[in-house]
C-alpha cells in the first residue's frame, strides 16, 4: 500500500478524515470493508454501520437505485 500525508488545520478531526477517505475508497471498491475499516482504525462492524453517515450503502445501491419503482 502506499502511505499518504496530509497536513490539516488543528480543528479538524482527524477521525472524521480517515473515516470519510476509508467510505470514498470503499464505495469506489478499492478497499473491501474490513480493509476500510482498519484505514479508519474501527473495527469492521463499526464501519458498516457508519459508513450510511457519509452517503455509502454496504448493498452498492445508489439513491437514485432505491427510488426506482420495484416492478422494473
Known amino acids: 500500500m502506499k502511505s499518504l500525508t496530509l497536513t490539516v488545520p488543528e480543528e479538524v478531526n482527524e477521525q472524521e478524515v480517515k473515516m470519510a477517505v476509508a467510505a470514498l475508497l470503499f464505495d469506489k471498491g478499492i478497499l473491501t470493508s474490513g480493509q476500510a475499516a482498519e484505514y479508519a482504525g474501527i473495527t469492521k462492524r463499526e464501519f458498516l454501520l457508519k459508513v450510511g ?9 445508489t439513491p437514485s437505485d432505491l427510488s426506482r419503482p420495484l416492478n422494473g
Do not use: A, L, P
Open 53 to 61: 453517515n457519509y452517503g455509502v450503502s454496504i448493498f452498492g445501491e
